[in-house]
Structure formats: C-alpha cells, structure tokens
T-cell receptor, first 113, second 116 residues
Framework: AQKITQTQPGMFVQEKEAVTLDCTYD???????LFWYKQPSSGEMIFLIY??????QNATEGRYSLNFQKARKSANLVISASQLGDSAMYFC??????????FGTGTKLQVIP | GAGVSQSPSNKVTEKGKDVELRCDPI?????LYWYRQSLGQGLEFLIY????????KSGLPSDRFSAERTGGSVSTLTIQRTQQEDSAVYLC??????????????FGQGTRLTVV
C-alpha cells in the first residue's frame, strides 16, 4: 500500500523568501511517481510538478523544485521567491504500479507581505 | 472534452433526497477518482475506477454512497437519503495508467453539494 505524509498543517513565509513544504512517502513499488498540487481558495486543483522514481535529477518548474531524496523517501517542494499568489493549500501525491493516486492531507501556506 | 467536466456545479437538496453527481473524464483516461472535500479540509478518497471496474471502493463512507462507470468514460456518484454531513465539494479526477504508475490526475471543478 502507498502512503503519503505531510506533517505541516500550516506554514507562514515572508514574501520573496523561499519555503520548503515537507512530504514523505512509503511504497513497495520499485517504480513510482510523485506529484505536487496547489489548491487556491477558488478550489481548483492545479498540478505543479512531477518526479519519477528513476529520474536522476530533481524536477524543476519555474519557481517550483522538488527536493527528491530517495533513500529518505522524501519529496519536499521548494518554492523560491514566494509571492502573495502562492498562498494556498498544497498537496503531495504519489502513484506506483497500477495503484491509484494517493494524496497527503495537505499543507496550508500563507505568504505574508 | 479538453478537461474533466463535472455537473452540476452546485446542488442544494433536502435531507433524505437522493442525488446524482456526474463526471466526464478526459478522453482516453482509463483511471477515474472521486474525492470529497469539506471546507478547509484535505481530500477524502471515495472510489477509484480502472476502466469500468472499481478495484478500490474502500473510501465510500456508507452504503448510501455508490458509483458506477459505463463505457470506460462517464461516471456517476449517487448518494441516497442524503444527510447534512454529506455537504461538501465532490471532486472527480482522471488520469492515464502507465506501468510505472498513473500520470498526474486532472481534476474537474467539483460539485458543491449542500444538504438542507
């Protein structure tokens, strides 16, 4: 079975600072994928970034990067130069084999001006 | 369609009535998921379809909840004898299935259900 753990229910960050959102996972599948989603107050779920378990390099998408540490089973999201529009709920998720996408409980990020 | 489509976008129903929520996934996506989200809370997994079969329906909260998927496409989530605690946003998502795991899930805009 797959499991995603997000231990930070809420976080604050100063505008223009970088912030790291934690995510650890557990799976028995040798091949898997890790995702991050953003959910602003409008409610839509926005896909941010993907990391494959066999990818040699950490994934990056603009200001988002995924700090993938396979041995520690962690897939933390790093947001650089935070903006007010980054205030939202962030979900970590994973999939492996033919299993469904499994989501964490989310971290609420608030960017302070 | 271009994205996952859910209908209705809003539904207000009286306690005890049955409701049907519809999800039209992205064409070609064999995996389909239903989640429930209460205000300010995380995603509560309800059911997962792979084609027309549901290998994981462990999240359905009670026997008042059921879901089906026909033709490997459209899915309907039915809630019978609705209760006030059923009030939430119901999100549908779909994804491709690959051997190394599903691709990212694409979400619909959700159906906001209010039971009065």
């Amino acid at each position: 079975a797959q499991k995603i753990t997000q231990t930070q229910p809420g976080m604050f960050v100063q505008e223009k600072e970088a912030v790291t959102l934690d995510c650890t996972y557990d799976t028995s599948d040798p091949s898997y994928g890790l995702f991050w989603y953003k959910q602003p107050s409008s409610g839509e779920m926005i896909f941010l970034i993907y990391q494959g378990s066999y990818d040699q390099q950490n994934a990056t998408e603009g200001r988002y990067s995924l700090n993938f540490q396979k041995a520690r089973k962690s897939a933390n999201l790093v947001i650089s130069a935070s903006q007010l529009g980054d205030s939202a709920m962030y979900f970590c998720a994973m999939t492996g084999g033919y299993q469904k996408v499994t989501f964490g409980t989310g971290t609420k990020l608030q960017v302070i001006p | 369609g271009a994205g996952v489509s859910q209908s209705p976008s809003n539904k207000v129903t009286e306690k005890g009535k049955d409701v049907e929520l519809r999800c039209d996934p992205i064409s070609g996506h064999t995996a389909l998921y239903w989640y429930r989200q209460s205000l300010g809370q995380g995603l509560e997994f309800l059911i997962y379809f792979q084609g027309n079969s549901a290998p994981d329906k462990s999240g359905l909260p009670s026997d008042r909840f059921s879901a089906e998927r026909t033709g490997g496409s459209v899915s309907t989530l039915t809630i019978q004898r609705t209760q006030q605690e059923d009030s939430a946003v119901y999100l549908c998502a779909s994804s491709l299935v690959l051997g190394q795991g599903n691709t990212e899930a694409f979400f619909g805009q959700g159906t906001r259900l209010t039971v009065v």
